[in-house]
């Protein structure tokens, strides 16, 4: 199975930070990953799709790239209502796989 | 407006199975994969399988081979997955979300518990 490391874990932040996260595949996806947002008791919500398209009202401080085999989702300017976990998926080779998932927190 | 409705929590004992649904309503049910996914708190997300409605067509991880079997029912527009076997490693949250690459939408979720 294809894995995505993904980091950090978990990360302290503070309000109006630029925030990245990294999910790094072991081998070739393309462009088939995917960024989840969630948040305590809820499912999963969709941000980044086909690793740089904002989903359908995703505010636009998120943004999501890749670079080889990195793939990144970066918030600018961070709102309370952004800290949740985070978690990456790539769909490019069955099984799809999920990243181990990233934990925001205020500082 | 699209939805995915889960069933409710299951408390359930060792070596029993479980049927979980998701009733799917605000589009074409036939025309959309459905995925099924596992959240624990040690393992995280992990992707169990795909059902083509139209064709009941199935995909598993060959983790949840013999652990889960995917069916449909289209005069309902539900998707069904069985837990057969039950452990307490069984115990989890588990997600529908459609699409064959997009899971564009979940359901909320249905906690599982297996204890006895």
């Known amino acids: 199975d294809i894995q995505m490391t993904q980091s950090p874990s978990s990360m302290s932040v503070s309000l109006g930070d630029t925030v990245t996260i990294t999910c790094r595949a072991s081998q070739d996806v393309g462009i088939y990953v995917n960024w989840f947002q969630q948040k305590p008791g809820k499912s999963p919500r969709r941000m980044i799709y086909?690793?740089?398209n904002l989903a359908d009202g995703v505010p636009s401080r998120f943004s999501g790239s890749r670079s080889g085999s990195d793939y990144s989702l970066t918030i600018s300017s961070l709102e309370s209502e952004d800290v949740a976990d985070y978690h990456c998926l790539q769909y490019d080779e069955y099984p799809p796989t999920f990243g181990a998932g990233t934990k925001l927190e205020l500082k | 407006q699209v939805q995915l409705q889960q069933s409710g929590a299951e408390l359930v004992k060792p070596g029993t199975s479980v049927k979980l649904s998701c009733k799917a309503s605000?589009?074409?049910?036939?025309?959309?994969?459905m995925n099924w996914i596992k959240q624990t708190t040690g393992q995280g997300l992990e992707w169990i399988g795909i059902?083509?409605?139209?064709?009941?067509?199935?995909s598993y991880n060959v983790k949840f081979k013999g652990k889960a079997t995917l069916t449909v029912d289209k005069s309902s527009s539900t998707a069904f997955m069985q837990l057969s076997s039950l452990t307490p490693e069984d115990s989890a949250v588990y997600y529908c979300a459609r699409g064959s690459g997009s899971y564009d939408y979940w359901g909320q979720g249905v906690m599982v518990t297996v204890s006895s």
């Open positions: 086909r690793a740089t």
């Open positions: 059902i083509n409605p139209g064709s009941g067509g199935t």
């Open positions: 605000g589009y074409t049910f036939t025309s959309n994969h």
